[in-house]
């Protein structure tokens, strides 16, 4: 297979995060799109490319990569003209690197914990302990843009573009009021203003959203 592949359902928080590089870098894909809510992502033809069976994943000329942020970052040191999105000083790459993990293992999880049984066993009623997680990953976030209108300084970097696919999916869950987190709230409105952000995440972002709202019934204490 020739050209560059990337297999996904864009209700995905990290789909999208891939989607918004691939605009932001202005890049040429096709994109498939993969069912995992009638578990297209376990077929042998996909798992023997990704055995972790997750979206997203990458077929870049024979190069398979699956979880969003080695894709962003592969991305853009591979294609992009100049490396703002993903920074070669090692400091600043560093602190990336710590809000890349920072996605993947604090703000992202809340949201698996609780859409997992969802998704997979139907259940409506989320108990409200599970919720915390997400509040505190606002509370973060809002710490984190405390100085700077990124995550990463002054400009945009991937760091942005996966936070963001998770942060606008977690109001789902918790909504995020303005008043208590002010500094995310404007980070937010930032990232809408990009040029492909309704493309890359605003369109699967309403979609999940309305999966979520039909599915949750209750939080319960
Ligand atoms: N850390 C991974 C998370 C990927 C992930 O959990 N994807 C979910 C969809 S949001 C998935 O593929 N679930 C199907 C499965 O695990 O079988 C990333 O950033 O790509």
Redesign the pocket.
């Known amino acids: 297979m020739s050209g560059m592949v990337l297999y996904g359902i864009d209700i995905?928080?990290?789909v999208r995060a891939c989607l918004l590089t691939l605009k932001a870098l202005g890049l040429q894909y096709e994109y498939k799109h993969v069912d995992?809510l009638s578990g297209e992502?376990l077929a042998e033809d996909f798992t023997k490319n990704n055995p972790q069976?997750?979206?997203?994943t990458l077929n870049d000329n024979g190069t398979w990569l699956?979880?969003?942020?080695a894709i962003c970052a592969y991305l853009v040191d591979k294609y992009a003209k100049d490396d703002s999105l993903y920074p070669r000083d090692l400091a600043l790459r560093a602190r990336l690197h710590q809000r890349l993990f920072f996605d993947?293992s604090i703000l992202y999880m809340p949201l698996?914990f609780i859409t997992i049984p969802m998704f997979r066993f139907n259940r409506s009623i989320v108990p409200r302990e599970k919720t915390q997680g997400v509040i505190e990953g606002y509370v973060l976030m809002e710490k984190f843009l405390a100085n700077s209108p990124y995550l990463v300084g002054d400009r945009l970097t991937i760091a942005d573009l996966c936070c963001v696919a998770t942060a606008s999916s977690l109001a789902g869950v918790v909504e995020l009021e303005q008043e208590k987190y002010p500094k995310l709230h404007a980070w937010m409105e930032r990232l809408k203003k990009l040029p492909y952000y309704e493309e890359g995440n605003g369109v699967g972002c309403k979609k999940y959203l309305e999966i979520l709202k039909k599915r949750l019934t209750a939080i319960v204490s």
């Open positions: 995905s928080p990290p995992i992502q069976h997750t979206v997203p699956w979880d969003s942020h993947a698996r």
